[in-house]
């Protein structure tokens, strides 16, 4: 089955920095890539989502790339803010299968 | 907005008793997951539903559970008989199939004492 690994697992950035969530993923057969964050409490939600025949994909701070030779694809938060500190998962999914990084909590400093 | 809704939203029950928690998922979509996550080991997934038919539930553990669709509008996973060790949050998760997006319920909080 799909085995989806994810790094780091905390991320500290002060207020307006970048950050960078890598995963990497074993199945090629996998050919979507969604990205949830998931605050204290509540339930994941979708924030971005790339398909195998796309490279990369932006949404105003937020871009995800995806290296299908590699297999691995990432996450960058531009310009920071104190809302964006949450939990991050990646996750690689097929037709029977969405499997989930052991996720990246991320920090943001005033 | 469409949502999948949860119920309960919290349960606490004692070891030995039976636990069934329901999930709606959002109309017109046919792929279903659960989860379960907890600190140690994240989100874990244990069925996988499309179109009411199981088509993966080796995530979870047969002695104890089992997840059912009775319909399209309803699906269940039932614990019986609960451990303290299944204390976590359990997900439901509803989507149109692969490549799409799925949309997370807000989960059923499980305290089995």
């Known amino acids: 089955g799909e085995n989806v690994e994810q790094h780091p697992s905390t991320l500290s950035v002060q207020e307006g920095d970048s950050a960078v969530i890598k995963c990497t993923y074993s199945?090629?057969?996998?050919?979507?890539f969604p990205w949830y964050k998931q605050e204290l409490g509540k339930r994941p939600q979708l924030i971005i989502d790339?398909?195998?025949?796309?490279g990369e994909k932006k949404d105003q701070r937020i871009a995800v790339t995806l290296n299908k030779t590699a297999k691995h694809f990432s996450l960058h938060i531009t310009e920071t803010q104190p809302e964006d500190s949450a939990v991050y998962f990646c996750a690689g999914a097929g037709y029977s299968t969405l499997t989930f990084g052991k996720g990246t909590m991320l920090l943001v400093s005033p | 907005d469409a949502r999948v809704t949860q119920t309960p939203r919290h349960k606490v029950t004692e070891m030995g008793q039976e636990v069934t928690m329901r999930c709606q998922p959002i109309?017109?979509?046919?792929?279903v997951f659960w989860y379960r996550q907890t600190m140690m080991q994240g989100l874990e997934l244990l069925a996988y539903?499309?179109?009411?038919?199981?088509?993966?539930d080796s995530g979870m553990p047969k002695d104890r559970f089992s997840a059912e669709m009775p319909d399209a509008t309803l699906a269940t996973l039932k614990i019986q008989p609960s451990e303290p060790r299944d204390s976590a949050v359990y997900f439901c998760?509803?989507?149109?199939?692969?490549?799409?997006?799925?949309?997370f319920g807000s989960g059923t909080r499980l305290t089995v004492v």
């Open positions: 109309l017109g979509h046919n792929t």
């Open positions: 199945d090629s057969a996998s050919n979507y």
């Open positions: 539903f499309r179109n009411r038919a199981p088509l993966d």
């Open positions: 790339i398909r195998s025949n796309v």
């Open positions: 998760a509803s989507g149109e199939g692969p490549i799409y997006g799925y949309t």
